[in-house]
């Protein structure tokens, strides 16, 4: 059974940092693109960051800076490590693993809240 289950989301004041977990089971990790998405309520669900399996990184413009994707195959593991939380940073954040369109996984998400 696959499976991908986020971890790690909660309430920070701004300018706090949170990492995020998505444990992986039922694919061969190493294989898949991996990334985070967030959805705020009334927004659509957008790119946060992306890592490929081999390890290159894609960063939303929002993000840039602030986040870090990272990954540890050896744990089938995807992490987003958060600094420098803003308030518009609020959402729930998805983890998504693909190899092809037909291969392609969503979590139930985690919230992460950021207060002013």
Request: aromatic share 12%; proline share 3%; with cysteine.
């Amino acid at each position: 059974q696959v499976q991908f289950v986020e971890s790690g989301g909660g309430s920070v004041q701004f300018g706090g940092s949170l990492r995020l977990s998505c444990a992986a089971s039922g694919v061969a990790f190493s294989d898949f693109a991996m990334g985070w998405y967030r959805q705020a309520p009334g927004k659509q669900r957008e790119l946060v960051a992306y890592i490929t399996s081999g390890g290159s990184t894609k960063y939303g413009d929002s993000v840039k800076g602030r986040f870090t994707i990272s990954r540890d195959n050896t744990k089938n593991t995807l992490y987003l490590q958060m600094n420098s939380l803003k308030p518009e940073d609020t959402a729930v954040y998805y983890c998504n693993g693909a190899i092809s369109p037909t291969y392609d996984y969503w979590g139930q998400g985690t919230q992460v809240t950021v207060s002013s």
